[in-house]
């Protein structure tokens, strides 16, 4: 049977008209292809990033520069010289290498777990904090999986909390200690995102989906509280910065796994271990983006810098079946008391009913400061 899905899939993916450079597929939201079959998202990474990832002399500017951000946090002389979450993945364990052992920064930790956090996640975090010797700080809300629920029947997406919460607990952290760098491992030229219109977690959305709900003066003594306003004025002026370290620095998320296993004896597993509802978030979003989920953005990210071929990653998605739903889907549905059919009416829903104006603007400088096409 799943040899016979594979084919099936595999003559599906054929059928699929896709950009000739990447993956990405017509149908796909906000894409556009020019005649020559070109994909927006192929012609702006070219605009954005392809004199960086081609001109070695671009590269070593944007490492002195990263340098000197460094170098000026240190001179500040604060107790801590950067804030760094870190989840148990590559991404961010990367990252604490970097700054902790290349370039020598006082580094502050934290993890916030989402309640969707893997025990596989939690003993990488534990492994880090003993072997790079750095001070951590382990946030989790019960709110958390609540939240979750009442964002999955209202709006078919559940990842808009943890994306708040982990923004929140940064600010937080951030002015309490008076640090001077945020430093985090995400980046427009290497990480796949749904469309920001699937994927809102601006206080106006968060507070548009929440009217009507009985507890808000739990929220406002939970982690969901507002603080991104006053953090984006804080670094506007100038106070303090965020650091998307994978604009500054070659990375090669193979080379870095393997490092971490050959050096720390550390195995990260699949993309993304840490959350135990992973795959349930790629089905929702293949369903409402023509089948196609975020690994093919991933994919197109890593054909686009040289890291897959375009051959493999066809490949790779022809072994993908998001018509039925995934394992963690019966997990998920105890933690937030929801039944089957409630879960497959609210995937139909979307977040863009509870878009305002104000979260559209903040979502498209979001893209600008970002560096994304979508």
Known sequence: ???????????????????????????????????????????????????????????????????????NAKRKGKRYDALLGISGGKDSSYCLYICKEVYGLNVLT????????????????????????VPHLYYADPFSQELAGIFMRKTGNFCAPCELFSFNIHAMLAREYDIPLIVMGSSSRTDGAPPKKLNPWDPWYFRNVLKGESFKERLNCSFYANYIIKEGLTRLLGHRRMILLPDYLDWD????????EEKYGIHFGHEHSDCLVDDLKDYLYARKCGGTSTRAVKYSLLIRTGRMSREEALEKLSEEDYSIPPASLDYFLEIVDMSREEFEAASEKSPEAYLSIISRIFNAIRLRIRKQAA
């Open 1 to 71: 049977m799943k040899r016979d899905a594979q084919m099936i899939n595999k003559e599906k993916s054929s059928d699929v008209k896709r950009c000739v450079r990447c993956v990405m597929p017509e149908n796909y939201p906000g894409i556009t292809l020019n005649p020559e079959g070109v994909c927006n998202f192929c012609r702006y990474f070219e605009g954005r990033w392809r004199s960086w990832s081609d001109n070695t002399e671009e590269q070593a500017k944007s490492k002195a520069k990263l340098e000197r951000i460094f170098e």
């Open 110 to 133: 934290c993890t916030r777990d989402n309640g969707f956090m893997s025990e596989e996640g939690k003993e990488r975090v534990n492994k880090l904090i003993q072997i790079f010797d």
């Open 253 to 260: 998320e193979k080379q870095i796994a393997r490092m971490f």
